[in-house]
C-alpha cells in the first residue's frame, strides 16, 4: 500500500512585484501543525528552567501554562516555514537569491497558520567579459615586487616588539608579587614599558626563542618572521587586487537590484557591527551613543556598500554556474562541524550556506586569478 505524501502548504499563490521580487502566500494546513507541535514542545522544553524540575523534564501541560500557547504557535510557524519554503522553491521553481522575508498572518490553535514571504529572484543581467578583464588585470602593475619583499627593518620590528612583550610579561610578574602589598597598584599601567626601558629589552638568544615554540635557534624564529611576513604582505596584496577586479566587474556590469537584496546585505552588516561590538564588552546601544549615530543612520551610509556587495555575490554565482565552479564537499561540511561546534544554536541550513558561499566565492576568484586562464569569448 503507498503512503500518502504528506502536504506541507496548501493554497499557495506566487505573485511577481517589481524589481525581480515575488511574493508567496499561502497556508501551513492544520494536520501538519501537531508534528511541528510536538518539535516545538521538544525544543523548548530542553531549554526551559523550572522550579521543582530538572532541565529538560518539564510536563507539557506544566510547559505550555508557563510558556502560553501563542509562543508555542509562533515557534511552530517558524520551524514549520523553515521546511516548507525550500520546499515551495523548489516545486515552484523559483531561482531565489538572499533572506526571505517572513510575515505570519494568521496563527490560532487549531487552524492553518497563514504566512506571506516575500523574496527576490535572480533578475536578469549580462555578465562582462570577466576574463578578459581579469585578465587585463593581472597584466597591470599593480604593484612592484619590491611591495612584496620583507626588508631587515620589517624582521627587527617584530623582533623588538617580541622583546617588549617579554618585558611587559616580565615586569607584570613583578608587580604582581607586589600588589598584595599595595591594592591599589594599576598593573596595565605598571607594566608599560616606557622609552628609558627599551634600551633593556630583553636579549633574544636561544633559551628565549625556545620559550616561544618550537624553535632551536635565533636563526630559526628569525626565518619563521620572515616568511610569516612573507606571507601577509601576499595576502594584502592578493586582497587588494581582489578588491580592485570586483570593482572592475561591477563597474562593467548592468544589475538592478532586487531591495530586498540590498536589504538583507545591509542585515548582514549591521549584524557584523554589533558581533564587533559585544566582542569589545560595549553594547551596541552605548556604541551608538558613543558615535552619536542611530542604526537608521548606519543603514542609510552602509546603502552604497550593500549594494555593491549584492551585485558582487550576484556576478559571483553567475560566474561560478557559468564555469561550473563548486565548493569541495567534504571542506564544506569539515568548516560547518567546526562552526556548528562552536555556535551550537546556530541553523545547519544557514551556515551550510554561508560555508558554500564562501568557498565558492574564494574558487571563482582563484579560477580568474590564474595567469594560464585565457579568454574564451
Known amino acids: 500500500m503507498a503512503t500518502e505524501t504528506v502536504k506541507l502548504y496548501e493554497n499557495v499563490t506566487v505573485t511577481n512585484l517589481e524589481n525581480s521580487e515575488i511574493e508567496i502566500e499561502g497556508e501551513v494546513p492544520a494536520s501538519v501543525i501537531p508534528q511541528y507541535r510536538a518539535k516545538a514542545l521538544k525544543k523548548l522544553g530542553e531549554n526551559a528552567h523550572m522550579d521543582g524540575f530538572r532541565k529538560g523534564h518539564v510536563p507539557e501541560k506544566v510547559l505550555v501554562e508557563k510558556i502560553g500557547e501563542q509562543n508555542i504557535m509562533g515557534e511552530v510557524a517558524e520551524m514549520a516555514l523553515a521546511d516548507i519554503y525550500p520546499t515551495l522553491v523548489q516545486d515552484k521553481n523559483l531561482d531565489v537569491i538572499g533572506a526571505p522575508q517572513v510575515t505570519i498572518t494568521k496563527l490560532a490553535a487549531g487552524n492553518p497558520i497563514g504566512f506571506k514571504i516575500k523574496s527576490a529572484v535572480l533578475p536578469e543581467f549580462t555578465l562582462p567579459n570577466y576574463l578578459k578583464v581579469a585578465k587585463d588585470l593581472l597584466q597591470k602593475d599593480n604593484g612592484s615586487k619590491d611591495d612584496l619583499e620583507v ?11 617580541v622583546r617588549r612583550g617579554k618585558a611587559r610579561f616580565e615586569k607584570a610578574q613583578k608587580q604582581a608579587l607586589n600588589q598584595s602589598e599595595n591594592p591599589d597598584v594599576d598593573l596595565a599601567e ?3 614599558v616606557s622609552e628609558g626601558e627599551e634600551e633593556n629589552l630583553p636579549e633574544l638568544d636561544d633559551d628565549f626563542i625556545a620559550s616561544l615554540g618550537d624553535f632551536k635557534t635565533v636563526a630559526d624564529f628569525e626565518a619563521r618572521v620572515r616568511e610569516d611576513l612573507t606571507q601577509e604582505k601576499i595576502q594584502k596584496a592578493r586582497e587588494k587586487k581582489r578588491i580592485t577586479l570586483s570593482e572592475e566587474l561591477i563597474e562593467k556590469t548592468d544589475i538592478t537590484l532586487p531591495k530586498i537584496l540590498t536589504e538583507s546585505e545591509t542585515d548582514k552588516m549591521v549584524a557584523q557591527m554589533k558581533d564587533d561590538v559585544a566582542r569589545m564588552n560595549m553594547k551596541f546601544e552605548d556604541y551608538l551613543t558613543h558615535v552619536k549615530k542611530t542604526e537608521d543612520d548606519l543603514r542609510s551610509e552602509w546603502k552604497e556598500q550593500a549594494e555593491k556587495r549584492a551585485q558582487l555575490q550576484l556576478i559571483l554565482n553567475k560566474i561560478a554556474k557559468q564555469e561550473h565552479i563548486t565548493a569541495d564537499h567534504d571542506e564544506v561540511h569539515r568548516q560547518m562541524d567546526v562552526i556548528l561546534e562552536k555556535f551550537k544554536e546556530a541553523n545547519p541550513s544557514n551556515v551550510h550556506t554561508y560555508v558554500e558561499t564562501q568557498l565558492t566565492n574564494e574558487a571563482v576568484f582563484r579560477f580568474l ?5 585565457e579568454e574564451k569569448k
Open 151 to 161: 626588508t631587515d627593518a620589517d624582521v627587527e620590528r617584530v623582533l623588538t616588539e
Open 369 to 373: 586569478e590564474e595567469e594560464k586562464t
Open 190 to 192: 605598571e607594566t608599560k
